[in-house]
Structure formats: structure tokens, C-alpha cells
């Protein structure tokens, strides 16, 4: 178990890490900060540290593809049906118009 007297409020992850999210040093304590200010110059420092030590140590590369895009959908127009429907209609119409 961890001694609170020598962890200053400081809880740990899995890893052995300082959880940032679940240590109790990083909530606000009203009656000791009066101001958000003296608040923010109480954990800066430490969690500037704690964030520095958990970067990861190599860069991150990533490996593969991304995912194929999906095919565009083909508009009527484009198929060859579609082109002869297109052209029936327009026929069709102008016979209709110049008689």
C-alpha cells in the first residue's frame, strides 16, 4: 500500500505511473487554494513532470494502409443504359416539342 505521507496524494496506474485522472493531489482543495490561480502554481510543476515522464520514450510510427475508400456510387448517366434511357427520353421529348 502506498504511504500517503511520502506520495503526496498521488495515485498510480497499472504501469506504475501517476494517474493524473484518479490522484486526489490534482483536485482542487478550496480551503488551501483560495484562488484558481495558487491552484494552478501548486500542480503546474508536478504536472508538467508527470506528463513529461509519460510521453512515450521512441516515436510512434504507424504501420499499414488506410482503409480503402468505397467505390463512388455510379450515377445512371454513366452506364450504358443509362446513357441509351438518356438518349430515348431526349428523342422522345424533342419529337414531342417540334410537332
Do not use: K
Not at 496524494?9 to 484558481?36: K, R
Not at 504507424?62 to 468505397?70: C, E
Amino acid at each position: 500500500m502506498a504511504d500517503p505521507e511520502v506520495d503526496h496524494g498521488f495515485a498510480y496506474n497499472e504501469q506504475g505511473e501517476i494517474d493524473i485522472f484518479l490522484s486526489p493531489f490534482y483536485e482542487p482543495d478550496w480551503e488551501y487554494d483560495v484562488t484558481m490561480e495558487r491552484y494552478v502554481n501548486r500542480i503546474v510543476y508536478c504536472l508538467a513532470g508527470t506528463i513529461e515522464l509519460q510521453q512515450p520514450r521512441t516515436p510512434w510510427t504507424l504501420i499499414g494502409r488506410p482503409p480503402a475508400s468505397p467505390t463512388p456510387a455510379s450515377s445512371p448517366a454513366t452506364s450504358p443504359l443509362g446513357i441509351t434511357c438518356m438518349i430515348v427520353v431526349s428523342l422522345s421529348v424533342l419529337a414531342i416539342l417540334l410537332r
